[in-house]
């Protein structure tokens, strides 16, 4: 999947014109999977305001439009565990496993649903399962890596795949080595847009602007 987020983020930072209206304007050119993060993105910022309804529909449309994702499954049947829909919610989640056996958060979710139904043996092998996934995943994340420009290249790896937490990492790390890696402002500048941080979000792309 492209690094759409940084690219909308940079056609913000160049423009000046809203959010909306350049999300508006790129989704012309976005595939399927892109599309789908977007209402994924939007669906978990109705979470956070606690619309758990309105999340759930932002969910429902980006599966109709990409209906491999993993990430979406996952977070949907969140919000069914949250509205105690304990079995569409471990459908879900289940889903979200085979179509990503790599989707650690998705392990976890299926443990506190076998909890929450009584099946501790079956929760703990869950944990367990997401544990051993997570401490791979740890292990190559935290190589030590020779340049600004391969932490960058790592951080859009993980960017793309959803992982925005160990993503912003990288591209600390990258500006640490090299504070005037533009890119690393502008990836670094689309994580926070995408969590909600407007204001550290146009800090760095402004930092990204007189750099280039």
């Not at 989640?93 to 299926?110: F, G």
């Not at 959803?162 to 912003?168: H, I, P, Q, R, V």
């Amino acid at each position: 999947m492209p690094n759409f987020l940084s690219k909308i983020c940079s056609l913000v930072s160049k423009s000046y014109t809203s959010t909306t209206d350049s999300i508006t304007y790129f989704n012309k050119k976005m595939d399927k999977s892109d599309k789908a993060e977007l209402f994924r993105i939007q669906g978990l910022a109705y979470k956070k305001k606690g619309d758990l309804q309105g999340a759930l529909k932002k969910f429902n449309t980006a599966l109709e439009i990409y209906p491999e994702s993993s990430s979406v499954y996952l977070e949907r049947g969140l919000i069914r565990l949250e509205q105690d829909d304990t079995d569409g919610a471990l459908k879900d989640v289940s889903h979200a496993i085979k179509l990503d056996p790599e989707n650690h958060e998705a392990y976890r979710a299926r443990a506190k649903i076998y909890e929450q139904n009584g099946k501790k043996e079956e929760a703990s092998q869950e944990l367990k399962k997401a544990s051993d996934i997570e401490s791979g995943k740890l292990e190559r994340n935290s190589a030590v890596l020779p340049t600004a420009r391969a932490y960058v290249e790592r951080g859009n790896k993980k960017m793309d795949a959803g992982e925005l937490d160990e993503a912003m990492i990288d591209f600390n790390k990258a500006i640490e080595m090299d504070p005037n890696f533009t890119d690393a402002y502008m990836n670094r500048g689309a994580i926070k847009q995408a969590k909600g941080d407007i204001k550290g979000a146009g800090e760095d792309f402004q930092s990204a602007k007189r750099r280039h």
